[in-house]
């Protein structure tokens, strides 16, 4: 039996089969249970075929487009530890959301995520344009003050793909305690 534990492919291709197998469209489940056979071939030394690296570029993507399916998962109880984030579901998923993306610090980015949310509370969702520039730049704000810089269209763009979805209820958020 081959270990590809350490291999770009297979961790990909579980969590697909584990959160977003009901997700898929045919096309895209036709050729997850290819590569799951065979990687499972390979793993069992049935086949000395890997995965190509076409295949593994195309596994990244599909997961890339189901990602948001996963919960975020916490080594630590957020409602212990961050009480006033936890609390305020706004800043909660843009704290969860940004630190599964960036290595910051967790105590720069409570400010942050806690500015964003206060801004958001005025609008409505939806978000229109305005209110998304507005939370994005109360975000920058005090990131900026932390020694975080980024150009600010740069940080909308990763908001508007990765972080307003979440806010704006076009995708379920969900987290869990991971042990």
């Known amino acids: 039996m081959r270990d590809i534990s350490c291999l770009q492919g297979p961790e990909e291709l579980e969590n697909l ?33 890997f995965l190509t690296l076409n295949e593994i570029t195309q596994l990244d993507r599909v997961w890339k487009k189901y990602q948001h399916l996963r ?34 610090s967790e105590e720069d980015l409570k400010g942050a995520a806690l500015a964003a949310a206060d801004v958001l509370s005025r609008f409505q969702s939806p978000y229109l344009p305005e209110a998304k520039k507005e939370a994005v730049k109360a975000f920058s704000t005090v990131m900026l ?35």
């Open 145 to 179: 003050n932390t020694g975080y810089s980024c150009p600010e269209d740069l940080l909308i763009s990763f908001w508007q793909e990765k972080i307003f979805p979440f806010l704006e209820g076009k995708w379920e958020f969900k987290w869990e305690l991971k042990s």
């Open 17 to 49: 089969k584990k959160y977003a197998l009901n997700s898929l469209d045919n096309q895209e489940k036709t050729f997850i249970k290819k590569m799951d056979k065979k990687a499972k071939a390979y793993v069992e030394e049935e086949s000395s075929d």
């Open 71 to 104: 919960p975020f998962g916490f080594l630590f109880d957020p409602e212990k530890k961050m009480p006033k984030v936890f609390k305020n579901q706004t800043a909660f998923i843009v704290w969860t959301v940004w630190r599964a993306f960036h290595l910051l």
